[in-house]
């Protein structure tokens, strides 16, 4: 019991975790909580199906052309439903415009996919243990995402002009960043990892358009948890619920485990509304 | 000018020559044509039944017209794809009964479609015959001139109650499903005729088909001693992770169900072949393989007939494209008995008994529109799929 707790809530947790780092990443750069996080980690999934499993290509070609989808269409959120509602921001029209772009590639890829999970192909010919790469291998991607974008934000001059852009918009764009620019780079990048969490964690959650829902909401609850914008709140969110969530399947069971999972969402928002990790705002008066 | 004999006789020769060479002449009224309003999903997420029953549907209607129709009336199918979406199948229905004027209606072919044009059908005063599982799709009192021609909610699960009870002998049954309307309906009916047959539902729980890992609800169904586990859904990864659970854990443990347990999309989600070993879906008497590797006669009959339209049965399930058949035949065989106004449709089939179809015999009455017999409805084992057919389940006499 202690052993599935661990390999299967850890891997859910480090998915979750990677889709609550493509929030932060759009967030960051432009102030707007896109729902296109989720759909970004079921065409993760659907794409690596599609390319390795149905097209026959080398895994590691799928791989990279799963990424690079994901970028791809990271640019096309910002272009189509982020940009156009930027100078409204007050008046939340992100929400539609991301939800409605999100929605109507679900609907898309139910169409031209299926809406019936299928088969994941296993990435590396090697016999399954206890803890099999379905387990390791998001675990894998979240070390290496956190790792990444540490050494990005901290090391790069690029990174670097990405904080600026998070920290004050204004700022940068007086000091000559390329605002837009970097914002385009920004989706990208979320767009990546959003693949990359749908990618690594196929063969465990399988090619399905219902990902989507799933991966919007429990992607969404260690960024609440973590506190919003921040990578290590997500990632210590992410493992955590996972792991609880894991726990309640154990314990409860059924879809009792989905409502302890919510119960202790709300009683955490409740007792700290800016998340585990966030500081409370403060306001210069 | 003055008629003359000789003009009237050149002018008559002129007329039976254009007569017969067919320029002109006075209309002779065709025979009118039976209309059947068609109302299958031929796209969409519920396609893959639709275009399995369209196959036999377009067959019979090929067939009767080829052969001269119905006393000399061809059928008329008027197709209005529903697309899988209630909203289109009652748009579709409202233009079928009321601009196309249909004799009848077939269809729509699924549940979640049938609920929503059955009513308007049945308001417009049109007989419909559908193979709809669902209960509620069939009443005499609100919906008369509806009949059903395939078996019900109820004939499922009974099938799979007696055959877990009384074939299997299991008493101790785990019965899970997903969250869906569906699946937590089934629990609800199939549970109490579980106990009423005597056994003991050891584990009964709604289950989150999108969990990845169903082996603690799989644990506790063992833990409670479960002998066999009844999953109700049609979600395909539930089902096949419920086979993949049992299989690694080693559990030897019979699992009965829905027809989805033997779907293709099931099968290509299983991580090893012998996971869908012991494995037992509802299917029906009259298109499964019996002891000696055979189908029943009629079935064997219809199997060649479809050989020979080269139609492919290997991606399609054969009881689908039996039911299309059957759906246009008895359709074919009234109105050739006794008309095709709505009362003459009703009244027919009010005293219909054991209409011989490929899929099953169809007996109605008045106070009862499902025609699906009970004994008809059987088990079968998924793992023997092979021309659209599978092999009777151990412990049915063929």
């Known amino acids: 019991m202690i052993e599935s707790i661990v390999s299967y809530g850890l891997a859910v947790g480090a998915v979750y975790a990677l889709i609550g780092i493509t929030y932060n990443v759009m967030f960051s750069a432009s102030r707007v909580f896109s729902f296109t996080a989720g759909m970004l980690g079921m065409l993760g999934g659907v794409l690596g199906a599609l390319f390795i499993g149905k097209l026959g290509l080398p895994t590691i070609v799928g791989f990279v052309l799963v990424l690079a989808c994901g970028a791809v269409l990271g640019v096309i959120t910002e272009i189509v439903a982020v940009r156009p509602v930027l100078k409204s921001i007050e008046q939340h029209l992100y929400v539609l415009s991301t939800l409605a772009f999100a929605l109507l590639i679900q609907q898309f890829t139910a169409i031209e996919w299926g809406t019936e999970a299928q088969p994941f192909p296993r990435l590396i010919p090697i016999s399954s243990g206890w803890f099999d790469q379905q387990f390791w291998l998001p675990l894998l991607a979240c070390a290496a995402t956190i790792v990444g974008l540490e050494l990005l934000y901290r090391r790069t001059l690029v990174g670097r002009a990405f904080l600026a852009i998070a920290e004050d918009s204004y700022a940068a764009r007086a000091l000559g960043l390329p605002e837009q620019r970097l914002r385009l780079a920004s989706f990208a990048l979320a767009g990546i990892i959003g693949a990359l969490a749908g990618f690594t964690g196929g063969e465990m959650l399988l090619a399905f358009f219902g990902n989507q829902a799933i991966l919007s909401f429990y992607g969404f609850v260690p960024v609440a948890l973590g506190g919003m914008g921040s990578n290590r709140g997500a990632v210590i969110g992410g493992l955590a619920l996972g792991l609880f969530q894991q726990a309640a399947n154990f314990l409860v069971g059924g879809i009792f485990a989905a409502v302890a999972v919510f119960v202790v969402f709300i009683a955490v928002l409740l007792l700290r509304p800016e998340g585990l990790a966030g500081a409370a705002a403060s306001r210069r008066v | 000018m003055s008629i003359k004999r000789r003009h009237v006789l050149s002018g008559s020769a002129a007329g039976v020559a254009s007569l017969a060479s067919g320029f002109v002449g006075p209309a002779i009224a065709a025979p009118e044509p039976i209309k059947v309003g068609y109302l299958p999903a031929l796209t969409g997420p519920s396609s893959s039944t639709g275009i399995g029953i369209n196959r036999g549907t377009e067959l019979a209607v090929n067939e009767i017209n080829a052969a001269g129709g119905v006393n000399g009336r061809k059928i008329e199918l008027i197709v209005r794809d529903t697309q899988s979406d209630p909203t289109k199948a009652v748009n579709g229905a409202a233009e079928l009964t009321k601009r196309q004027k249909v004799n009848i209606v077939w269809g729509p072919l699924n549940s979640g479609e049938s609920l929503a044009a059955v009513p308007l059908v049945a308001r417009d005063g049109i007989p419909q015959l559908h193979p709809c599982w669902v209960d509620s799709l069939t009443d005499?009192?609100?919906?008369?001139?509806?009949?059903?021609?395939?078996?019900?909610?109820?004939?499922?699960?009974?099938?799979?109650?007696?055959?877990?009870?009384?074939?299997?002998?299991?008493?101790?049954?785990?019965?899970?499903?997903?969250?869906?309307?569906?699946?937590?309906?089934?629990?609800?009916?199939?549970?109490?005729?579980?106990?009423?047959?005597?056994?003991?539902?050891?584990?009964?729980?709604?289950?989150?088909?999108?969990?990845?890992?169903?082996?603690?609800?799989?644990?506790?169904?063992?833990?409670?001693?479960?002998?066999?586990?009844?999953?109700?859904?049609?979600?395909?990864?539930?089902?096949?992770?419920?086979?993949?659970?049992?299989?690694?854990?080693?559990?030897?443990?019979?699992?009965?169900?829905?027809?989805?347990?033997?779907?293709?999309?099931?099968?290509?989600?299983?991580?090893?072949?012998?996971?869908?070993?012991?494995?037992?879906?509802?299917?029906?008497?009259?298109?499964?393989?019996?002891?000696?590797?055979?189908?029943?006669?009629?079935?064997?009959?219809?199997?060649?007939?479809?050989?020979?339209?080269?139609?492919?049965?290997?991606?399609?399930?054969?009881?689908?494209?039996?039911?299309?058949?059957?759906?246009?035949?008895?359709?074919?065989?009234?109105?050739?008995?006794?008309?095709?106004?709505?009362?003459?449709?009703?009244?027919y089939w009010n005293k219909l008994k054991d209409w011989p179809g490929v899929y099953g015999n169809i007996t109605f009455t008045p106070q009862q529109h499902n025609g699906f017999q009970d004994d008809e409805v059987v088990m079968c084992e998924v793992n023997s799929l092979r021309d659209g057919a599978f092999n009777l389940a151990p412990g049915y006499a063929s």
């Not at chain 2, 009974?158 to 937590?184: E, I, P």
């Not at chain 2, 443990?253 to 879906?281: D, H, M, R």
């Not at chain 2, 054969?318 to 095709?340: E, F, N, Q």
């Open chain 2, 140 to 347: 005499v009192k609100k919906y008369p001139m509806c009949f059903r021609d395939a078996p019900t909610n109820q004939q499922i699960g009974a099938a799979a109650n007696h055959y877990v009870v009384d074939v299997l002998k299991r008493k101790k049954v785990a019965v899970v499903s997903d969250t869906t309307g569906y699946g937590t309906a089934s629990v609800e009916a199939y549970v109490p005729m579980l106990k009423e047959k005597g056994a003991t539902v050891v584990y009964q729980a709604n289950i989150d088909a999108a969990n990845p890992d169903l082996k603690p609800d799989m644990l506790r169904m063992r833990e409670a001693g479960a002998e066999a586990i009844m999953p109700w859904s049609v979600n395909a990864g539930f089902l096949a992770r419920i086979c993949n659970t049992r299989g690694k854990m080693e559990w030897d443990v019979p699992i009965v169900g829905q027809t989805t347990l033997g779907s293709g999309q099931t099968k290509a989600l299983l991580e090893k072949p012998e996971y869908w070993n012991k494995v037992y879906s509802n299917n029906f008497r009259n298109v499964c393989f019996g002891k000696d590797g055979k189908l029943p006669p009629r079935a064997t009959e219809f199997v060649e007939k479809l050989r020979k339209a080269k139609i492919d049965m290997g991606d399609t399930l054969l009881w689908w494209i039996a039911l299309g058949y059957d759906g246009i035949r008895l359709i074919a065989d009234t109105v050739k008995a006794a008309g095709s106004s709505p009362e003459q449709i009703t009244e």
